[in-house]
């Protein structure tokens, strides 16, 4: 079992539509958790940081994770065609230890 | 904002080359990593260091050195470039404790011939 496990995609969604975007994990252990986005050609960038359980909003997006279920999320409200990018969930157990990354799920907003 | 510049976007190599990747941050970050990014494979950590003068080995560090001289400079060393090493290279500095978040450079997309 892959510690991080990330749908693919690709994920095609009509603009100002609701995206949910998840991933799953195996490690008990991880406590800090980020949605990198990655534009085509380009770094990913971080879009979305969470510490242990819980919910963060910042603007139209969501974060949210399930310590018990071993499952994070990340919500786009009201998407537009510059949300098209690929979206990586990241882990790890402490701030010192080299994160683990999802394989992204590519995302296509069409206008 | 934190800024990690790689200093080549694109490289185009011969097999048998040597190739350095060189990347520079402006944050003061101890932590740098070195990954690489294929299609399917997502990214693979190669190498990482805490501080200066130390590495360590990540998931895939066959056929990869580091040097890391200076706190704000890490790259990325290839001895003998091969074809199976064309990739996109991503360098990332990470934020301090308690929250650690890691920052890219723009990447450097080698090609080996």
């Known amino acids: 079992q892959k510690e991080v496990e990330q749908d693919p995609g690709p994920l095609s969604v009509p603009e100002g539509a609701i995206v949910s975007l998840n991933c799953t994990y195996s490690n008990s252990a991880f406590q800090y958790f980020m949605w990198y986005r990655q534009y085509s050609r380009k770094g990913p960038e971080l879009l979305m940081y969470t510490y242990s359980s819980g919910n963060k909003e910042d603007g139209r997006f969501t974060a949210q994770v399930d310590k018990s279920s071993k499952y994070i999320s990340l919500f786009i409200r009201d998407s537009q065609p510059s949300d098209s990018a690929t979206y990586l969930c990241?882990?790890?157990?402490?701030?010192?230890?080299?994160?683990?990354f999802g394989k992204g799920t590519r995302l296509s907003v069409i206008a | 904002d934190v800024k990690v510049t790689q200093s080549s976007r694109y490289l185009v190599k011969r097999t048998g080359e040597k190739v350095f990747l060189e990347c520079v941050q402006d944050m003061d970050h101890e932590n740098m990593f070195w990954y690489r990014q294929d299609p399917g494979l997502g990214l693979r950590l190669i190498y990482f260091s805490y501080d200066v003068k130390m590495k360590e080995k990540g998931d895939i560090p066959e056929g990869y050195s580091v040097s890391r001289e200076k706190k704000e400079r890490f790259s990325l060393i290839l001895e003998s470039a091969s074809t199976n090493q064309t990739s996109m290279y991503l360098c990332a500095s990470r934020h301090p404790v308690p929250t650690g978040e890691l920052f890219f450079g723009e990447g450097s997309r080698l090609t080996v011939l």
């Open positions: 990241a882990m790890s157990p402490s701030g010192n230890t080299p994160l683990v």
